[in-house]
């Protein structure tokens, strides 16, 4: 969906440092998401948006943290309290209510130097 | 909490054959199952979804059912191609859209 843009995409943590991955999207939806995908596992939820200024913990929400300052934009940042940061993370968004199916940007790789 | 199984984790075909994924959900409040395709290292992608007051559905090779009753939906891939190899994630949606819970999924393998 070229709709959803996440950036970078490859990122390299160094220890006890935070980093922020950026999603953006352009279809003019609500809610947005971002996942956690290990190797060979499904997709975690992180933390969650319906709106904007407003949003919810996931399954895995410890070590991350997000804000919504805007509809377009979703950004996670990774803290150095997440020990194993190393994944794929995934932003997907949606529009609101029953029945809408969500839409996923690319991707982010993030690895641990 | 809402909670998806799925079966099997791996599963080869011949090609031209037909494959079957099958998911288990948990919550009744669920009414929405999409399915999602994700080739290596890719964004999984919408190949189908079902409401809970649609018992089937189906777009030419694909189809997907649901038991409403049984608490299970699942994937039907018609005829095969080498192109349908990847990873297929089955996932619920609580009855206000607001979450998504996926299945583990599961890996196809299309021989030639």
């Known amino acids: 969906d070229g709709g959803i843009t996440q950036s970078p995409k490859y990122l390299f943590r160094k220890e006890g440092q935070n980093v922020t991955l950026s999603c953006e999207q352009n279809?003019?939806?609500?809610?947005m998401y971002w996942y956690r995908q290990d190797p060979g596992q499904g997709l975690r939820l992180i933390y969650y948006?319906?709106?904007?200024?407003?949003?919810q913990k996931g399954d895995i929400a410890e070590g991350y943290s997000v804000s919504r300052e805007k509809k377009e934009s979703f950004p996670l940042t990774v803290t150095s309290a997440q020990k194993n940061p190393t994944a794929f993370y995934l932003c997907?968004?949606?529009?609101?209510?029953?029945?809408?199916?969500?839409?996923f940007g690319d991707g982010t790789r993030l690895s641990i130097l | 909490g809402e909670n998806v199984e799925q079966h099997p984790s791996t599963l080869s075909v011949q090609e031209g054959d037909s494959a079957v994924i099958k998911c288990t959900y948990s919550?009744?409040?669920?009414?929405?199952f999409p399915w999602y395709k994700q080739e290596l290292g890719k964004r999984p992608q919408l190949i189908i979804d079902?409401?809970?007051?649609?018992g089937e559905k189906k777009d030419q090779r694909i189809a997907v059912t649901l038991n409403k009753t049984a608490k299970h939906f699942s994937l039907h891939i018609t005829e095969t191609q080498p192109e349908d190899s990847a990873v297929y994630f089955c996932?619920?949606?609580?009855?206000?859209?607001?979450?998504?819970?996926f299945g583990p999924g599961t890996r196809l393998s299309v021989l030639p």
């Open positions: 279809l003019n939806h609500d809610a």
């Open positions: 996932a619920a949606s609580d009855n206000y859209g607001q979450n998504f819970v």
């Open positions: 948006s319906q709106i904007v200024n407003d949003f």
């Open positions: 919550d009744s409040a669920s009414n929405y």
């Open positions: 079902i409401s809970s007051n649609v």
């Open positions: 997907a968004s949606s529009m609101r209510g029953q029945g809408q199916p969500q839409h």
